[in-house]
Every structure is written in structure tokens, then in C-alpha cells.
């Protein structure tokens, strides 16, 4: 059976970021997507979106739910998922996994039809209007099996995997809540340390803000809500993560009084902390050359230095657009091979081009 068929037709439950966007990918790719969401204006919402349909689907029919709502609740509507709906795989998309799978168990339900999953991709912003079906494209997505689940539903939401675009892996779901707490829920809380601290710092001070600053805190804007549902859910695994960062930053305050000699080895661990994050597709990670390029605030601007990029003949691996509200200028830094730097710099200055 194709991976269309095996789910056709698929529900999700909770029409937010994640929910909308999985809709949106499974309709784009020939799904019929039945949308509910305890706010329904969420669910109509998605549903202008294209990320499905709000009309309400045959029980018996349906093949595979998605669940998408806060980690709070996600046991209670996985459950009622399992009993709503006989025929189908049902899975959830929770940052956490043991939590979740625990208060299944101890319901009694069979759960040979529920398979835990988490899709590594998201953003700082909720609700369906910043959804998008290309969200999980070329993303890690975690399932986390246990003793009870079939190959039948395991085969469901790996064709829910493959057609979101995402790439499929497995972990224990304690494997997976010591994971995450390591490189994505810690990450989250140092970042809010740091944006915390900016409440204390003068404005005139903050005008100084540059990249590095919003590099660092981008994701302390996600949703306090959610959050607070995620640390809570994983506090065990996060507790020893955040110990050890407050050694290292004793550490750091410690080397102060010898800087010459004890600063840059920690500054050589930071930089290879950075390598030891995977690359593109899953690849190992890369050290990419990084260009900076003025753009002005001019009509058609990006799409001429991409063309111009384009014509250079180099591949154009990330980008990143910063915008400085003083001078009414952009800045594209623009990620190429390594090898690629000097001949895209010296290909934009003869176009024209500022480089910073
Ligand atoms: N935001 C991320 O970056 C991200 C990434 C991966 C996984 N997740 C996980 O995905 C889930 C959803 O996160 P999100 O960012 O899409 O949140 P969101 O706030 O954008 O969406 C959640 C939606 O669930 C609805 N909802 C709440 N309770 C419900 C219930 N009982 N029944 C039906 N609908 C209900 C809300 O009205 C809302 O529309 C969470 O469990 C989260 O841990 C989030
Ligand atoms: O890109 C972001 O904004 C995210 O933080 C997404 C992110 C993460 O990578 O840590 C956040 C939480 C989720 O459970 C999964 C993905």
C-alpha cells in the first residue's frame, strides 16, 4: 500500500503550530485531513489554510491520528483517540515521550495502536497561522516505541514520517526525554536566562544589540504556556543538565582572574561544542564560510542579489536576514562552501554588492 492510502483518511487533534502544519503536509501530499481543536476558530483557521478539512469524518474509517495539543493534555486525548476511533494509529507529536506513555499505561488501555512520536522542528511563534507543510521538511522525527505497539501502527506513522518530508529514528522514550533535555530543552532555558537578564540592562545599552544577541535569543520567545507544560514533563533529565551548566559557569567566572591563560580553552570547547552538531540531511556537521552583504531597502533587492548569487554558481547553503532600523538597511549573511567564500565575494563586489 502507498503511504497516501495507508492513511487516508487522518484526523489531528489540536490545530496549533504542529497540527496545522502536519495537516498542510498531509493534504499536500493527497491526504484527506479531518481538523478538530478545542478552539474551534483554530481549527477554522487551519482549515483556510489548507491544512485540511473541519467537517467531521467517519470513525471507522479513520486510519491515523495525530495528536497536537499542549503536553498537558496529551494523555487524556490520546485516550480518547484509542476509543473514539477502532481502526486507526494514533500518535502524538509531545516534546516529551515517558511522561505521556506512563499515564497511558496506568489507564489500562491496550496501547498496541498508540506510537509516541516527536517531530525536532518548530519555531518561537504558536497557533496555525505560522504553519507551514514544509516545517518537517528534511527534520529528525523521533518515535518512541514500547512493549505493546504493532508493526501495523509502527508502519502508519512511518509513512506519516515520510510524508511530511521528515527523517524517521527511534529511541527508548527515556532515551528520547534525556535527548531532548540535552539539546533542545536546555538550550531553551539558557536562552531565557540570557533574555532575562536583558530586563536589567538600559536601552540605550540594548541599542548596541547585534546578531549574536538575537542569535542567542530567539527561541526565549517561545510560548511561556508550553514551555512551562515541557520543563515539567522532563524535569528528571533536565536537572543534572542544568547543574552542569552552572559548573561551567563557575568555571567561566573562576577563569576570569587568569584570563590569558584560562579563558581560551573554554572558548575552544565552545567552538567545538558547535562542530559536534550534525550538518544538512543529517551529515556531519560543517564548517560553512559565512559572507555578510548589505541590502538596501529597495523593492526587488533580495531576489537581484539572489540571482546574482545564482550566476556566481555557488550554492547558497543557509541564509539569515538582519535588519538594522537605524540605517534602514538589511543584511543577508549568506552560508557557502568553505572553499566558495573568496569567489562569491570577489563575484558581489563586482556586481555591485557591499560586503560588511
Ligand atoms: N512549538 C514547537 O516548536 C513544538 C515542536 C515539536 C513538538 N511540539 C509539541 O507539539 C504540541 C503542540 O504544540 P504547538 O506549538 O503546536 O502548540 P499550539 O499552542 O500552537 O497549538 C496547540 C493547539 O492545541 C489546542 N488544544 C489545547 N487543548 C486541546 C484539547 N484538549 N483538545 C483539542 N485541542 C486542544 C489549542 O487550542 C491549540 O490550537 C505540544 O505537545 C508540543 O510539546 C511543539
Ligand atoms: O526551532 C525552534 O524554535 C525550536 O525550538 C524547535 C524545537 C527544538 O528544536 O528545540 C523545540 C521544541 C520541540 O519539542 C521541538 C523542536
Redesign the pocket.
Known sequence: MNDVKELDPTVV???????ASVGAALTRAGVTVHL????LS?ARVAETLGAGTTAKPDPAAVRLVVV????R??A??IGEALDRYPNAAVT????VKGRVLRQLQATGRDLSRYLGS??????QH???VSASPDLFCDRTWAVTPHREVTEATADRVRALIRLCGARYVAFTPQEHDSAVAQVSHLPQLVSVLMADHLLGIPSSHLALAGQGLRDVTRIAG??PG?WEQ?IAGNVDALRPELEAVRAHLDEMIAALDDPTHRVRPILQRGVNGTRQIPGKHGAPAMDYGHLVIEIPDTPGALAQLFRDIADAGVNIEDIDIQHDLVRQVGYLEVAVEPGHVREVSEAMTAAGWKLT
Do not use: E, F, K, R
Open positions: 487533534l489540536g490545530t496549533g503550530l504542529l497540527g478538530s481543536d478545542a478552539v483554530h497536537a495539543t499542549p503536553p493534555s496529551l487524556a486525548v502524538d507529536v509531545g516534546s516527536h517531530p525536532m522542528a518548530g519555531s504558536s497557533g496555525p517561545s510560548d508550553l515541557i
